[in-house]
């Protein structure tokens, strides 16, 4: 079936350590977005790529880190930069028609010890 | 994009129509609405979107007021499953793939 694949679905890390987000599409999709979303509130965009090997900020970039090497795979880096990166991640893509239709992935709990 | 103004909270009984508004006042003439539901720990999933006219998929119907500055999303028999946050969003149709902006939603409380 077609969709978005995110893993892991829980992680937890240290304090200081670097940890890494897969977001996987078979859609075919050219776009493709991370969002941050913390208890109770909305989702924040963090990064998103519109075409393989271009991306670009969102409003909380700042300690994360992505690429696209590939148009199936938009891997998050979360960087011991990023002060309070306990969250709940969301992968997210959409077609060439810009529809605004967005298909989202079942989310990545990041909690820091 | 325009600002959206939802009511943070709304109980319904199950069975019963929920009907859920969305305040866009600012809204300009080649934005549309979007609306999307996301079930507890689970991603965002679409739900409808609409210019002016009204609405109806499988899902729900969207009414959008004559000018626009408001509009509600109807749920017609509305189910446990139906508990979720809804966010009604704004923006330009066709903007090169920009990302949407979501607000706090509506949390929607299914009674049984």
């Known amino acids: 079936d077609g969709g978005i694949t995110q893993s892991p679905k829980y992680l937890f890390r240290k304090e200081g350590q670097n940890v890494t987000l897969s977001c996987e599409q078979n859609?075919?999709?050219?776009?493709m977005y991370w969002y941050r979303q913390d208890p109770g509130q909305g989702l924040r965009l963090i990064y998103y790529?519109?075409?393989?090997?271009?991306?670009q900020k969102g409003d909380i970039a700042e300690g994360y880190s992505v690429s696209r090497e590939k148009k199936e795979s938009f891997p998050l880096t979360v960087t011991s930069a990023q002060k309070n990166p306990t969250a709940f991640y969301l992968c997210?893509?959409?077609?060439?028609?810009?529809?605004?239709?967005?298909?989202f992935g079942e989310g990545s709990r990041l909690t820091v010890l | 994009d325009a600002k959206t103004t939802q009511p943070p909270s709304m109980d319904c009984a199950e069975g019963r129509a929920a009907n859920l508004p969305c305040n866009h006042s600012t809204i300009s003439g080649n934005e549309y609405v979007y609306w999307y539901r996301q079930i507890h720990s689970q991603g965002p999933q679409y739900i409808i979107h609409g210019l002016k006219n009204n609405e109806t998929n499988e899902m729900a119907s969207l009414i959008i007021t004559e000018d626009r500055k408001s509009s509600t999303l109807i749920l017609p028999h509305a189910t446990l499953r139906d508990t979720a946050v809804y966010y009604c969003?704004?923006?330009?149709?066709?903007?090169?793939?920009?990302?949407?902006?979501f607000g706090s939603g509506t949390r929607l409380q299914v009674q049984p």
């Open positions: 969003i704004v923006r330009v149709y066709g903007t090169g793939r920009r990302a949407l902006t």
């Open positions: 997210a893509s959409n077609g060439g028609a810009d529809t605004g239709e967005l298909f």
């Open positions: 859609l075919n999709h050219d776009a």
């Open positions: 790529s519109q075409i393989v090997n271009d991306f």
